[in-house]
Every structure is written in C-alpha cells, then in structure tokens.
C-alpha cells in the first residue's frame, strides 16, 4: 500500500505561480497512475489532472488545461502539479491521489489519498 502526503500550497496572488508536490512512501510510484484533485469549500471534489505509469500520456481538467502541468519523478517517488496564471477561482484543497490500471478522471476509482494542501488566490 502507499501512503502519500502532499506539500507547498500557500497563499499567492491571480497571476502567480505555485508547484505542488506529492511524496509517495510504502510502493514504487512507478506502479501507479497518479492524479490530483482539488475541492473548494462547499463544492465536491473534482478531478484536475492525471498521468501515466509511463508519463506518456497525460489528461487535464479544461478549466486548467493550458495552465496546469502534472510530472512526475518516479526515481525520487514523487509527483508534481505546477499551477501557473492561478485565478480565485482555482482555490481548493489539493488531494494527490493513486490507482492501478487505466487514467480516470473519477476519483471513486482512486483508492490512495493524501491528506491535501490548501492553495489560497487572492484576487
């Protein structure tokens, strides 16, 4: 099983930048395809991005496709989300999650989680 805890959420302004990292523990990463998610108060959680076991193929949200970029360094068991011109809009706690198989966008299908990251965007 593997346990993983995300960092480097924070408070920024619209138009800024900010990366979000996931450590994973426990199992390889390579084993897995790794998604973030994101849930703003009073609001469900909804599914950002994924990507490959392979990093070859990746899938994005449209509200953030173009600014948001998922990678992922199996060697350091890591996953990464960089968030680039953030709007209000994109403020949320950020969940990293993992799952065998095949890309999702559904987050029932993830059975990993992290505890989340708060990202603040102050307009």
């Known amino acids: 099983q593997v346990q993983l805890v995300e960092s480097g959420g924070g408070l920024v302004q619209a138009g800024e930048s900010l990366r979000v990292s996931c450590a994973a523990s426990g199992r390889s990463l390579c084993t897995y395809v790794m998604a973030w998610f994101r849930q703003a108060p009073g609001k469900g959680r909804e599914f950002v991005t994924a990507?490959?076991?392979?990093?070859?193929?990746?899938y994005y949200a449209d509200s953030v496709k173009g600014r948001f970029t998922i990678s992922r360094e199996n060697a350091k068991n890591a996953v990464y989300l960089q968030m680039t011109s953030l709007k209000p809009e994109d403020t949320a706690v950020y969940y990293c999650a993992a799952k065998v198989g095949l890309l999702s966008d559904k987050s029932p299908d993830y059975p990993y989680w992290g505890q989340g990251t708060q990202v603040t965007v102050s307009s």
């Open positions: 990507i490959s076991r392979s990093m070859g193929t990746t």
